[in-house]
């Protein structure tokens, strides 16, 4: 047999089995690679007591859910390696439980993962094959998650570039509870992260060196405060400011300084000093028709033409008409005046603060592009009704939007460190946003929109069920507009609309796509009784 087989690889009818050395990594991949050998191990293992929760669910449904966090633990011990080295092989283990819609075309890829588990284990009537099928799914390829690494090629580098992507996964995702809302894992999960990251760190560390001492004092100290608290008291405001951002800031400059700097990511500005800074994120790397270099003269332009009302038809009306600079670039009405002055619009002015860093406009997201979106409302017969476009207007236009990013709030200046107090009261409602309340979960940091972490490549769609009015009462009516779901007729979209930011929430009244409510408020008042669901709305 062994002869045959010889024989139809010589003749080319069977592929033979190489023999392949193994690569000789430098010695911080070594460890790395080491260190995602035994946790991929132990990550099965955890995924194997939890089917046998599972089947013991109906005896003891408490236990099947510990077992999930313990397996969510283990997951944290490999998530930066694995999400950075194999990103397409770790979509069946941690994706958010929803549909994830390729636009443009009618194909979706179902939720699966962790986090369909957990919602699927606090249902009060599950289907235990379906959640079964969902543990195997992820058991079974736990199981042979080393073979991952046959033929793997990496350097330092890659190593330093995961571990900074991995430390603002746990800033803007893992401390808000974002991948498991019900369990309320987030903050153990968040200190099993810096477990991890430490463990892979640690090579690049010199003892006695000034900046490898300050990165080891920042992540030590990280580590301390979480494990300090559980989730719905833990400090997330000093968590950032004392310890997580600093070590971004200490980190950044430890890589930089050993020219070991790697950016593969479309977005994140690495030479920026944290995450909140002005240049976090890198307007050019967002949709748009960019023409190289950004210019002064253009903004300025875009600025002057912003106001002009000769852009449109009647020579009344300008994009300030709808998008008031002093009103936080909106106009404070439910639904904006039309060209004729008359007519209102279907939807609420959002405000254009940030409006550059997004991959959708509009509230349905059917614009691409900034200038898309000013061609779309310069053409458009109840908005701007203009005889013609301009393309060097729209251009100029674009380039005033993507300069509208101040970060300068008192916020900011606080959490940079920049200055030096806060209110208690801004400072509590700040720590509910990011955790208990859980709406850092859909309005992400450091923008607090849609724009989803770590690597910021997605803007979020919601449906909320939105009301007709903020009157709910007994009887509460669903608003009829059904977003996104006429551009793209998946069932998941109805009622979808983007998530804008809040910030300058103060200033951007009324609120929601129709500007159905009126005041903060309201808008906390719908969230508390559970969205349009929670009121018994289909």
């Known amino acids: 047999m062994r002869l045959f087989i010889l024989l139809c690889g010589c003749l080319g009818l069977v592929t033979l089995p190489r023999l392949i050395t193994p690569p000789t990594y430098p010695a911080g991949v070594q460890a790395a690679v080491d ?3 035994v946790e991929s191990a132990g990550f099965a293992e955890s995924c194997k007591a939890l089917r046998k929760a599972v089947a013991k669910k109906e005896k003891a449904p408490g236990a099947a859910r510990r077992a999930l966090a313990e397996c969510r633990y283990h997951y944290k011990h490999i998530e930066s390696f694995l999400e950075y080295f194999f990103r397409s092989s770790s979509t069946i283990y941690n994706r958010a439980p929803k549909f994830e819609a390729e636009e443009g075309g009618m194909e979706y890829q179902s939720p699966i993962g962790l986090q369909v588990i957990e919602s699927m284990l606090y249902e009060p009537h599950v289907d235990e094959r379906l959640l079964l099928q969902q543990i195997d799914a992820v058991e079974s390829a736990a199981a ?6 046959y033929g793997l090629r990496a350097d330092d580098r890659q190593i330093l570039e995961s571990l900074r992507i991995e430390l603002i996964r746990i800033m803007a995702l893992d401390i808000t509870g974002y991948e498991a809302p019900l369990l309320k894992s987030g903050i153990r999960e968040s200190c ?9 760190l640690q090579p690049y560390l010199i003892t006695g060196e000034k900046r490898s001492d300050s990165v080891r004092y920042y992540l030590d100290r990280a580590m301390d405060l979480l494990k300090a608290s559980d989730f719905d008291g833990f400090d997330r405001m000093g968590f950032l400011k004392e310890a997580a951002l ?5 980190l950044g400059l430890l890589i930089n300084e050993r020219n070991l700097e790697l950016n593969t990511t479309r977005t994140l500005n690495y030479s920026a000093s944290t995450i909140f ?6 307007p050019e790397k ?7 270099d950004k210019r002064q003269e253009d903004v300025d332009m875009g600025k002057l033409l912003f106001s002009d009302p000769r852009l449109s038809g009647n020579g009344r009306k300008s994009c300030s008409s709808c998008h008031n600079p002093e009103k936080a670039f909106t106009d404070h009405l439910p639904v904006s005046i039309g060209f004729d002055g008359h007519q209102r619009l279907d939807r609420n002015a959002p405000t254009l603060l940030y409006s550059a860093y997004q991959f959708n406009q509009f509230w349905d997201g059917r614009a691409k592009s900034l200038e898309q979106q000013i061609r779309t409302v310069l053409r458009d017969p109840r908005e701007m009704h203009a005889d013609s476009v301009n393309e060097a207007a729209v251009t100029a236009i674009a380039a005033y939007l993507r300069s509208l990013h101040p970060m300068n709030s008192p916020f900011d200046q606080y959490i940079r460190g920049e200055s030096g107090q806060l209110s208690v009261s801004v400072i ?3 720590n509910l946003f990011m955790g208990k309340a859980q709406c850092a979960t859909c309005h992400f940091l450091p923008l607090f929109n849609g724009l989803i972490p770590p690597d910021y490549t997605l803007s979020e769609f919601e449906v909320l069920g939105t009301t007709a009015d903020d009157g709910f009462g007994k009887h509460p009516r669903l608003s009829k507009d059904q977003g996104r779901y006429k551009q793209y007729p998946f069932p998941f979209f109805k009622g979808a609309f983007k998530t804008p930011t809040v910030r300058n929430a103060e200033l951007t009244y009324p609120y929601m796509h129709n500007g ?4 903060l408020e309201t808008v906390l008042e719908f969230y508390n009784k559970g969205g349009g669901a929670g009121m018994g709305l289909a």
């Open 516 to 519: 159905a409510f009126h005041s």
């Open 192 to 200: 099993e992260a810096l477990v991890s990251f430490s463990c892979q």
């Open 144 to 149: 042979d998650l080393t073979a991952l690494l």
């Open 286 to 292: 967002f949709p748009g028709e960019h023409t190289g």
């Open 428 to 430: 509590k409602g700040a």
């Open 277 to 282: 800074s002005a240049d976090a994120l890198v």
């Open 246 to 250: 600093p070590l971004q800031r200490q």
């Open 35 to 37: 260190y995602f050998k």
